[in-house]
C-alpha cells in the first residue's frame, strides 16, 4: 500500500510559479512511478507528468506543459515545480502511484492522492 497527500496548491497570477508536493508513505514507494495529473471543472483527469522509480529518475510530460513544468523525487516526497503558469493549468492537481512512468490514463495508476487546487487568475 502507497499512501499519498498532496499540498502546495493556492492561487497565483499567471506567469507566476508554485511547487506542489506529494508526500508518500509506504515501504514500497520508491518501486512505483509517479505521476501527476490534474482535472478542472467539466472535464476529463489529464496526464501532466510522471517520474520514474527510484532508480532511474526518468521524466516525460505531457505537451501542453512540457518545457514549463518539472518533476523529481527525493526520499519520500514527489515535487511538481511550475512555471511560467497559464489561466489554463487552473485545476485540482493529484499524484498518483503506478508502474510504467509513460502511463498517461489515470487507468494505469494504482493510489492516488486526494488533490490540492491550483487557481491561475489572469
Known amino acids: 500500500q502507497v499512501q499519498l497527500v498532496e499540498s502546495g496548491g493556492g492561487l497565483v497570477q499567471a506567469g507566476g510559479s508554485l511547487r506542489l508536493s506529494c508526500a508518500a508513505s509506504g515501504r514500497t514507494f520508491n518501486g512505483y512511478a509517479m505521476g501527476w495529473f490534474r482535472q478542472a471543472p467539466g472535464k476529463e483527469r489529464e496526464f501532466v507528468g510522471a517520474?520514474?522509480?527510484?532508480?532511474?529518475?526518468r521524466t516525460y510530460y505531457a505537451d501542453s506543459v512540457k518545457g514549463r513544468f518539472t518533476i523529481s523525487r527525493a526520499k519520500n516526497t514527489v515535487y511538481l515545480q511550475m512555471n511560467s503558469l497559464k489561466p489554463e493549468d487552473t485545476a485540482v492537481y493529484y499524484c498518483a502511484a503506478g508502474l510504467n512512468y509513460r502511463g498517461t490514463t489515470p487507468e494505469l495508476y494504482e493510489f492516488w492522492g486526494q488533490g490540492t487546487q491550483v487557481t491561475v487568475s489572469s
Open positions: 517520474i520514474s522509480s527510484w532508480s532511474s529518475g
